[in-house]
T-cell receptor
Framework: GQQLNQSPQSMFIQEGEDVSMNCTSSSIFNTWLWYKQDPGEGPVLLIALYKAGELTSNGRLTAQFGITRKDSFLNISASIPSDVGIYFCAGQLDRDSWGKLQFGAGTQVVVTP | NAGVTQTPKFRILKIGQSMTLQCTQDMNHNYMYWYRQDPGMGLKLIYYSVGAGITDKGEVPNGYNVSRSTTEDFPLRLELAAPSQTSVYFC?????????????FGDGTRLSIL
């Protein structure tokens, strides 16, 4: 079954506000990935994290790989309307997983003007 | 610059019908994957392939079959469609299995079984 717990399930925020979401797991992950999915499209990779404690930014997005390797968070600063979408975390258990990813259930972000 | 292309984009099937979801990639990626996405859920891996002629089961393979005769194509077949297979199906590809080789996704096929 699904091993990743992603929260919150949805967020309704005003333009300009910061957004924070996280994923936790009962298992240790080798890699954490954050994807965004726009309506009618496939997920697009935002940030990839490969080391425990790693903090990586991509524009207004910042993500961290938790020290315990069982969690990760994503922050979006100063949200804009195009940030609307579903954000998914994904993790790879270990090198023997052959690229197989476990996905969280997603966080739906709605940005109001 | 096509990337991963899935066809059809939408399809409605009757229970018991069969169909093939097509997926092709032009990035010369070795690894290809099929996922399904149910409402309010994350993607679940159905099948994957590490190269032409090699396929393996993912988390939810029952009711599906795949083949990989070429590097570019990775079709997914439903033999006897059931309502539980109503979902959005995503194909993805990556250059390798290493975590440094991120997966690229197609735009999905929305399938309804009635």
């Amino acid at each position: 079954g699904q091993q990743l717990n992603q929260s919150p399930q949805s967020m309704f925020i005003q333009e300009g506000e910061d957004v924070s979401m996280n994923c936790t797991s009962s298992s240790i992950f080798n890699t954490w990935l954050w994807y965004k999915q726009d309506p009618g499209e496939g997920p697009v990779l935002l940030i990839a994290l490969y080391k425990a404690g790693e903090l990586t930014s991509n524009g207004r997005l910042t993500a961290q790989f938790g020290i315990t390797r069982k969690d990760s968070f994503l922050n979006i600063s100063a949200s804009i309307p195009s940030d609307v979408g579903i954000y998914f975390c994904a993790g790879q258990l270990d090198r023997d997983s052959w690229g197989k990813l476990q996905f969280g259930a997603g966080t739906q972000v709605v940005v109001t003007p | 610059n096509a990337g991963v292309t899935q066809t059809p984009k939408f399809r409605i099937l009757k229970i018991g019908q069969s169909m093939t979801l097509q997926c092709t990639q032009d990035m010369n990626h070795n690894y290809m994957y099929w996922y399904r996405q149910d409402p309010g859920m994350g993607l679940k891996l159905i099948y994957y392939s590490v190269g032409a002629g090699i396929t393996d089961k993912g988390e939810v393979p029952n009711g599906y079959n795949v083949s990989r005769s070429t590097t570019e194509d990775f079709p997914l077949r439903l033999e006897l469609a059931a309502p539980s297979q109503t979902s959005v199906y995503f194909c993805a590809s990556s250059y390798g299995w290493d975590s440094n080789q991120p997966q690229h996704f197609g735009d999905g096929t929305r399938l309804s079984i009635l």
